[in-house]
Every structure is written in C-alpha cells, then in structure tokens.
C-alpha cells in the first residue's frame, strides 16, 4: 500500500493508465487469495515512456483501500522517524516490519539521465490520535548515495472505501542544479499471512501470529474498489480508481 | 512404517540406514567433534566448508554422528541458492535402529515432528537461513528433525523436518534417498532442496549453515538410534565429501577427513 502510495498508485490485477503520452503499469494481488484471510498484499507500479523523459517528482500520494480491508497490528512492535533515520531499517525492532520493496528511481543529471536501484523498507509507527502511522525506508547507494524516511498517516475514507494513507513526499535532490529524482518503478510486499514472534504473555514465551493486513469478509460485485490520488511536483494531479479483483471460489 | 525389527534385524540395513541418516543431514551440513574443515575441492565461486565428528569418538562404538556445512556468501554476502546436495559417507558406517519405524512425510507435514514415532527419528540440527528483503539481510534459525523415511523401491530414505517459527512461522519437508558409492566412500545421502520462498515480489531464501547430528550418544528408552563408527580408520583419517548443485547451475565440491580416533 505504501509502495502504491510512494508511486502513484496500485490497482487490482493490470492496467494501463494514459498519462501525459505516458502509461502507469499496476499491478496487485493478495497471497493467499482468500475472503478474511491474513495475507500479503503485493504491488508493482512502473511508468512507461515512449520518450526518454522522466516522471515528474511525486509530492503527495493518497491512497484508499476497499471497506473491510483491515491491518491487525496486535503483537507488533513499532519504530520510529528518528531511529529510522539515525540507524537504519537495522534500528527497528524485527516484529514491527510491514514490509519490504524497491524499485527504479531516475535521476536527470546534466546530460544524461541516471538510473539508481533503491530498496524500501516498511515498519509499523505509534499511532497517533488513535490513528495508524507506517514508515518508509527508501534507501539507495549508487551513483548516490539516499536513505530518507516518510511517514504514511491514516486518514478518513469516503464509501465504498475504509481504509486510507496519505503521505507527504519530499523532493530528492541529487546534485546542485538537477532537478530532483523521480521514480520510474517500484515494487512492494506488505504483510504476510505466517508472521510471528516470541512474546511474553501472562510470563510465558510464547510464539504468537501477527495477522497483518486481513483481506475483506465479503467483495462487492465488481471486485474491491480502491483509489489513488497522486500528486506532482508540476502541480498536476492524477486520479485513478481501479478496482482488485474478487478471490476465485 | 509399521515393521518392527528386532535388534537383530537392523545389522543387515544397518550401513545403509546408517548412511542414509547420515547423509539427510550431511548434505546440508557435516560438523565433527574434532572439526577437519576444508577448502572447496573444485572450482567454485563459493567457499563452502564440511566438518564432521564422532562422539564418542571410538572404532566400532555407537554414539552420534555431527555433520556441519557451511555455504559462504558470495561477494555481496548472500549465500548462494543451494538445490541439491549429496553427501558421502566413510565406509563402514553404520546406524543402529533397534525398533524399525519409519515416519510417513505427510504427517511430518500435517503434525510436526511429534506426528512421528519417536523410534524412527535419525537426529536433529540447526540451519540458518538467510534472504534479502528490502534493505537488509534477514535470517531465520530453523530447527530441524531427520526421521527414517518409507522403502522406495527397496531403497532406504530419509525424510527432513525443517521448521521455522520467526519471522516466519514455516515448516518444510524435505525427502532424500540413500545411494551407495564406491570406496572410500560407503553411501550417498542425496537431497534435493527446493526453492525457499519468502514474500511475493521477493527473492528467495538460502541457507547458510547447516549442522545435524545423527543418533545419540546417551541412549535413552524411546530415543534409540545410534550411528556406529567405522571399525576401521583409514590412514588420513575418516573420508567424509558433499557435492552441492546451486539454482545458477554450478557445482561446488568440499571434502574433509575426521582425524582417526587416538
């Protein structure tokens, strides 16, 4: 969800979004496939471009899911912006990991454009005002060295949807008088539907289940209806409202 | 299995259940009590090490048998993906299954190890596996049972219990076959591993490190499977190799002598 939300956005099974002579490639799935089923939500996002120009740097992303889709958070662990950002994904404690991903960033170096692996790394934040915070670990390290920290923040969501992330990203500068790197493809995987950890519960050790992210009880004809709000740094805005296809069976 | 021997049955299938209980663990990892670690024998951009071990280490005694391998990260520090393994045995080897029981890989699967006799356990060890998810290079102790598996085609095997509890609450079985091989080796434990998936969109786990040890050196009621060191050492010592096949194709091979017992 958050890869989706650092992108642009992320649809049920494959489409091809028109933008400006250019298309966004989605691609999405739960594993397992199942109504109520902890699972794995997995994504991919990549620009295609006939010409050799990058997307414009993404500011904003938001990002609704379909009603019923939950996070059960209980027995997680959670980190923090500041140990994110002073010691790494290292820093966080195992079991409050989200996720993980990467993806393609580019960067317009004077003459010639720049592409850089980068990996992501996703971990659960302390609520705030009741109301769930993700963190994002985007880090690369060549030709430039990048490790930055955004936070997701949930928010109210409009029927059909429930669940929704907004997050504020910021503009990555490269070297002085570039312009700043946007993001060509990403890829995410959050949550998993075997996660566990040893706790301590009423004293005792005890391996307990994370269940993560929960796939809705019931799926609207249609299939899931989802939402994306994406934000450029030029001032344009993209909307798009694919939907996730309905388990099989 | 639902035979039963008597002690004296098992002396004829003896070597081989020996071999075969040896090898499960072998071929992913040998470790000894007098560790005789090795370079890799052929060409290969991965070291990887074997060890083995007798305990208590003295000719024609039963106890237990340690085999520990080691599959050394590649440049960047990943291990490498391990698909097969084939672990030789001195000769000479033995393993004592006073009450034959064999342990049926669907209800290693279903139950865990409990689903089994506990007559037809081999030996347990430790794997580590390791994989890169975002960032960083994640690894997951797995604990792991080696049970006698059903007779294929009169062949003996094994079957692996590999479990896993964080951060993924995992379990696998593996199965693997007994061959025999020419001296100085007595048999082959050959297992095949099949590909460890972590998440989608992620790549797939490998493992690191691997140590089993078959039989017992204390005999205990329920649990009394030994293995039987050699009567005899060769001169250099107790041969013991592992040929290992990884997902890109190559081949390592590692070898190690266990020093003879003084």
């Not at chain 2, 060890?51 to 237990?64: E, N, Q, R, Y």
Request: with cysteine; aromatic share 6%; glycine share 10%.
């Amino acid at each position: 969800m958050l890869v989706a939300i650092l992108l642009g956005y992320t649809c049920a099974a494959l489409a091809g979004i028109a933008w400006a002579g250019d298309a966004l490639i989605v691609n999405e799935a739960f594993t397992p496939d199942r109504l109520g089923a902890a699972a794995n939500l997995s994504i991919t996002a990549s620009f295609a471009s006939s010409a050799d120009v990058p997307p414009s740097p993404i500011s904003r992303l938001t990002l609704y899911g379909p009603a019923g889709l939950g996070i059960q958070a209980r027995y997680a662990g959670t980190c923090t912006e500041v140990v994110l950002e002073q010691r790494g994904p290292a820093g966080c404690p195992a079991d409050s990991r989200v996720g993980f991903g990467g993806g393609v960033a580019v960067l317009a170096l004077p003459g010639q454009l720049v592409r850089e692996p980068f990996t992501l790394d996703f971990f659960f934040a302390p609520p705030e005002h009741g109301r769930l915070r993700l963190l994002a670990y985007a880090s690369g390290s060549s030709p430039v060295g990048v490790g930055l920290v955004v936070v997701a923040r949930e928010i109210r969501a409009p029927k059909p949807y429930g669940l929704g992330f907004s997050v504020q990203v910021p503009q990555v500068s490269t070297i002085p008088g570039a312009a700043y790197a946007s993001v060509e493809s990403a890829f995410a995987t959050l949550g998993a539907s075997d996660v566990a950890y040893f706790k301590r519960v009423h004293g005792r050790r005890t391996l307990v289940h994370v269940k993560g992210l929960i796939v809705p009880g019931r799926c609207p004809a249609g299939g899931f209806p989802t939402r994306g709000v994406v934000e450029f740094a030029d001032g344009t805005t993209f909307i798009v409202n694919p939907t996730i296809p309905c388990p099989r069976g | 299995m639902s035979a039963r021997l008597t002690p004296c049955a098992w002396l004829t299938t003896r070597a081989r259940l020996g071999a075969a209980l040896l090898a499960v663990p072998a071929s992913v990892v040998l470790a000894c009590a007098t560790p005789a670690r090795s370079a890799p024998t052929s060409g290969s951009q991965v070291p990887a090490t074997i060890a083995a071990s007798f305990h208590p280490d003295k000719l024609g005694a039963m106890g237990a048998l340690t085999v520990t391998i080691d599959l050394a990260g590649d440049a960047l520090g990943d291990p490498p993906l391990l698909r097969r393994s084939v672990l030789r045995l001195p000769a000479g080897l033995g393993v004592e299954i006073p009450h034959l029981r064999s342990c049926e890989p669907h209800r290693l699967q279903l139950l865990g190890a409990r689903g089994c006799p506990a007559q037809s356990r081999l030996g347990v060890g430790r794997a580590l596996v390791q994989a890169q998810l975002g960032s960083q290079l994640l690894g997951e102790s797995i604990s792991l049972w080696v049970f006698l598996g059903p007779l294929r085609n009169l062949q003996p095997t094994f079957e692996m219990l590999a479990q896993g509890y964080t951060p993924f609450d995992e379990r696998v079985v593996l199965s693997g076959t007994v061959l025999p091989d020419n001296p100085p080796y007595g048999e082959d434990l050959v297992l095949s591993v099949p590909a460890i998936s972590t998440l989608p969109l992620e790549p797939g786990a490998s493992i690191a490190s691997m140590s089993l040890t078959i039989g017992a050196s204390r005999r205990s009621g329920r649990e009394s499977n030994t293995t039987i060191e050699p009567t005899h050492c060769p001169s250099g010592g107790f041969p013991f190799a592992a040929e290992l096949t990884y997902a890109d194709g190559s081949m390592q091979d590692v070898s190690t002598a266990t020093p003879c017992p003084r």
